[in-house]
């Protein structure tokens, strides 16, 4: 998996046919990606290795700052705690098979 700098974001995620996501790792952290048709390319520190977001916010601000309004989120079996009412769209699923999450508009991104 390729790799590149904060300095170099702006152009990733202007790159034709890109779709940055925020993928959850261990310890409830966060990394962004960018797949593009070339390959999925991951943001790194300026002296190596995977540029790791402690908090989603510290994440959403990022992406806010360079001006994006859409994204994916890749949670890989992640617990989610519902943060608000019922889901709004109907239907009945298993509980441990169904995530519940709230619309919000932190960051003027809106979800």
Request: charged content about 30%; overall charge neutral.
């Amino acid at each position: 998996m390729a790799g590149f700098v904060e300095l170099d974001l702006r152009e990733r995620l202007r790159a034709p046919k890109a779709v940055p996501y925020a993928r959850r790792v261990s310890e409830g952290h966060f990394v962004l990606e960018v797949a593009t048709p070339e390959g999925v390319q991951i943001l790194q520190r300026q002296r190596g290795g995977d540029r790791v977001f402690k908090t989603f916010e510290a994440l959403l601000g990022l992406l806010a700052k360079e001006g994006v309004v859409e994204f994916a989120v890749v949670l890989d079996k992640a617990k989610v705690i519902p943060g608000g009412p019922p889901i709004p769209w109907g239907g009945r699923a298993p509980q441990e098979e169904m995530s519940r999450a709230s619309w919000r508009h932190d960051f003027d991104i809106p979800f």
